[in-house]
């Protein structure tokens, strides 16, 4: 299969795996460790065949990938990723020295890779990660990748078409571009953050809406107070500068306890669930500063009319 793959016009590369990067549906891997000293975590294996990282763009940091002829004769060798080689000292290391994992026959380290993301939980992602050879990668469920020129969308067809061809009785689903793939693993998450920065744009607007209907109010309540202090001589630009003044010190003493409680609710958070992150000082500092700007031009829009005020009849109303 992979032959006539590899035969085929625009196709650069093909090679075969048991799970594409962010499609690892259960855990495949062990104890490994170098030389029979164990790793401090366990590793996800991939069964691969020849030109995997060529065909995924996968970046070789040191040594080579695996050979037909070390895939056809199953040969005791391995490669591993950055993280796990680093584990043990250099990453360069690495190369030549023996994978171990319990009693089992070690295997031989040729390459070390950059480590590609096989997992959507974050606690997993691009963790230990081993590569060894296989003739027949995932078994009864093997997944093929193909490296084309020009748009990959163009040869999905063909590509399905060319191995339905070797065995018409095997079904060739999924195929896919990475890239729809990609789409599709993250279509969720992208959904969820619109929705949060949505609900939290919602939130602002009905806390603007509230501070601005309330400091209004709370002006207009005061419209005997301030008649007394214009009677008393103060003048109107004085009396709204410190009614101004009054009304930062409310909002700022209701904004230090809703820092302190949203800095404690983000740590809970933290604590519960895996990648949720407090909210920063700078963000803090901002939003306060906001509301605080809202609520002076709340305030001095709604004591913009003081100068118009009819003394007389303002004493005369209470």
């Known amino acids: 299969m992979l032959d006539r793959l590899r035969r085929l016009p625009g196709v650069r590369a093909a090679s075969a795996t048991e799970f594409l ?15 029979g000293h164990p790793a401090a975590r366990n590793s996800t294996m991939i069964p691969v065949m020849s030109d995997y990282f060529r065909t995924m763009d996968g970046k070789i940091l040191y040594g080579r990938e695996f050979t037909d002829a070390e895939i056809r004769s199953g040969a ?22 023996q994978l171990t994992i319990g ?27 081993v590569f060894v050879p296989s003739g027949t990668p995932g078994s009864f469920f093997s997944t093929f990748v193909a490296r084309v020129d020009g748009q990959a969308e163009d040869h999905l067809a063909e590509i399905r078409s060319v191995i339905q061809s070797v065995d018409p009785q095997v079904p060739a689903f999924g195929a896919k571009t990475m890239a729809q793939r990609l789409d599709a ?24 809406i509230g501070i601005y209907g309330i400091v209004s109010y709370a002006v207009v309540q005061r419209t005997h107070e301030m008649g007394v202090r214009l009677a008393l001589g103060t003048t109107p ?4 500068r410190v009614i101004v003044r009054q009304g930062l010190l409310i909002v700022m003493a209701g904004a230090i306890p809703g820092i302190a409680g949203a800095q404690f609710t983000g740590r809970l958070l933290h604590s519960l669930i895996e990648g949720a992150k407090p909210i920063g000082m700078g963000i803090s500092a901002a939003l306060v500063l906001f509301m605080c700007l809202v609520a002076a031009v709340s305030i001095w829009s709604a004591s913009r009319r003081i100068a118009k005020f009819d003394i007389i009849a303002i004493l005369r109303s209470e």
């Open 76 to 97: 005791r060798v391995a490669m591993v990723n950055e993280r796990f080689a680093g584990a043990f000292g250099k990453a360069e290391d690495a190369v030549g020295h």
């Open 185 to 208: 693993v993250f279509a969720g998450p992208r959904f969820y953050r619109t929705a949060v920065w949505f609900f939290a744009g919602f939130a602002l607007l009905l806390a603007v």
């Open 237 to 240: 630009v004085r009396l709204q």
């Open 21 to 35: 990067p962010l499609y690892a549906s259960a855990f495949v891997g062990g104890p490994f460790g170098l030389d």
């Open 103 to 129: 009693h089992a026959s070690p295997r031989k380290i040729i390459g070390v890779v950059k480590g590609m993301d096989y997992e959507t939980d974050p606690t997993l992602a691009i963790g230990n990660q």
